[in-house]
């Protein structure tokens, strides 16, 4: 072989090594990256966030039962019965019967609702008969109702509050 076949041999041989580093560089670094960071990475986000959403709503109990279980027995306070004609048209009158319970943190509510029965009757009653048939449908309309009522009631109660209301018997004829 003459000097310049060896001189090229050498020079291909020379650059099939700095290709081999260089791929074999690159290679490792972003399989490292790609085949291995990211994936621990994406497990580690995945595991992080699957225990936080499984394991850090403490015992499953609501803020509601939390209060009820550290207090007292919550105290039921009867209203009277409320009978009002609805609105409806075509002059056809449709009636409502509602009787309620009130669900309050103690007695010493109830006895401000005693002093303050006649407002309650009077929020109550402007309300209902202002209502009509079609607002009372479902599962809705109750629902509408009573957190309606709740709120009237607790803005005549001031500074006590009223938790709950209960209905007992709700009728429309």
Do not use: C, W
């Not at 791929?23 to 580690?44: D, Q, Y």
């Not at 019967?97 to 929020?123: C, I, Q």
Request: avoid cysteine; hydrophobic fraction near 40%.
């Amino acid at each position: 072989m003459s000097e310049e076949t060896e001189g090229d041999e050498e020079l291909e041989e020379g650059e099939e090594g700095e290709e081999g580093a260089e791929s074999g560089k690159r290679f490792s670094g972003k399989f490292i990256v790609l085949f291995i960071v990211a994936p621990l990475l994406g497990l580690s986000l995945i595991g992080g966030g699957a225990y936080f959403f499984l394991f850090s709503g403490g015992d499953g109990e609501s803020e509601e039962h939390a209060q009820a279980d550290a207090g007292a027995p919550p105290v039921f306070y009867e209203l009277p019965e409320f009978l009002v004609n609805l609105d409806s048209p075509g002059g056809v009158t449709k009636y409502l019967k509602l009787r309620v319970s009130l669900e309050v943190a103690d007695a010493e509510v109830g006895a401000h609702l005693d002093t303050v029965m006649p407002r309650v009757n009077d929020e109550f009653q402007v309300y209902l008969r202002e209502l009509r048939l079609e607002d009372l449908k479902g599962s809705a309309g109750s629902i509408r109702l009573k957190e309606e009522l709740l709120r009237r009631i607790n803005l005549v109660v001031q500074p006590s509050s009223v938790n709950d209301i209960l209905f007992q018997e709700m009728v429309v004829q």
